[in-house]
């Protein structure tokens, strides 16, 4: 199912893995003991995300892009907690009138198994949920959250300097696309030695215009900070979901799913259907995230399919979905 809110989303995490990391800082047989070294893997590893939640209770990434001309086309604030059980996150974005999209403000919250955001414009508000299925949500939230990027496919990655200064190591990367004919991008690293944490990035993209000529298309600048106290700026996900016994005029959507030993015969619900109950605000746009491409229905018969890109219809007093696992993505 496709949005607002998962093309967004997507987009977000794909500028977060735009700056790679590729290749060695570190020393040859010919460089100065005094050097400072650090190899992309050490970098990889330590800031991998569920390795700074062992460290820290608490992440939060800033970002702002800005375009070729150097004005500012968004801004926004990530942050992100381990629950009782869950990897906890918010985010704010902010979109001025220089982007693509216009001026607009989004909002997210995962909470559990759910992801809540809401997108206000001058002509518009939304509000969508995402529903995690089959216990993929962790990675899910972790994948829209800003990190050290991992090694892409199809790039040609290479280290052009590494230095000391005040302290700190600056790593500087270059990046070229095999796909393409001359586009590339530019990532900048500042390091803190002793942990090899990333504390900023630089990253800056470039292509290649059919006459030749290499132009700056944007640039994105990322910064980390360790054990804040954990505050949403808004509670997205009391906006969206309310409780069962809520006096508020909202839709009540009933979800089944086939339930985990249904294909062997076992007892696990009626017609082996697993069921869900929430209540979520009129007009909330509904995804459902699952390993698998999934297949809409709103009768048990499976006869009356729900277009994906229409989704549930949730301006009514209830709804019903039935969920059908396809193929598993791959």
Not at 169 to 179: D, W
Request: glycine share 6%; net charge negative.
């Amino acid at each position: 199912m496709k949005s607002w809110k998962r093309a967004v989303t997507v987009a977000l995490c794909a500028a977060s893995l735009l700056a790679g990391c590729g290749g060695d800082c570190g020393l040859s047989d010919d460089d100065s003991a005094d050097e400072p070294q650090i190899t992309v893997e050490q970098l990889r590893a330590a800031n991998d995300q569920r390795s700074l939640l062992e460290k820290h209770d608490t992440v939060t990434v800033t970002v702002q892009e800005s375009d070729q001309n150097d004005a500012v086309t968004y801004t926004a604030k990530f942050q992100y907690t381990r629950g009782v059980e869950d990897v906890l996150a918010w985010y704010h974005c902010q979109y001025t009138e220089n982007s693509t999209s216009g001026k607009a403000e989004l909002w997210g919250q995962a909470n559990g198994a759910m992801d809540a955001a809401r997108m206000e414009s001058d002509s518009t508000e939304d509000l969508s949920l995402s529903i995690y299925l089959e216990g993929k949500y962790e990675q899910y939230v972790l994948d829209m959250i800003p990190r050290c990027p991992a090694l892409e496919e199809d790039v040609e990655q290479s280290v052009d300097s590494c230095s000391e200064q005040d302290g700190e190591l600056l790593l500087s990367v270059t990046a070229r696309y095999l796909s393409s004919d001359g586009d590339y991008y530019t990532a900048l690293y500042r390091v803190d030695p002793a942990t090899n944490e990333v504390l900023e990035a630089s990253v800056t993209d470039y292509i290649k215009k059919e006459s030749g000529e290499v132009s700056k298309l944007h640039t994105t600048r990322y910064r980390w900070s360790y054990d804040e106290p954990y505050q949403a700026e808004r509670n997205v996900m009391n906006e969206v979901l309310f409780s069962t016994d809520s006096t508020e005029d909202v839709c009540d959507l009933t979800y089944f799913y086939p339930a985990p030993g249904s294909e062997k015969g076992w007892d696990v619900g009626e017609n082996g259907w697993s069921v869900s109950e929430i209540r979520v605000a009129h007009g909330t746009r509904i995804l459902f995230l699952d390993s698998a491409d999934l297949a809409l229905y709103a009768d048990r018969e499976l006869t009356k399919p729900i277009d994906f890109y229409d989704g549930v219809d949730t301006s009514g007093e209830s709804a019903t979905v039935y969920i059908v696992p396809l193929e598993e993505n791959h």
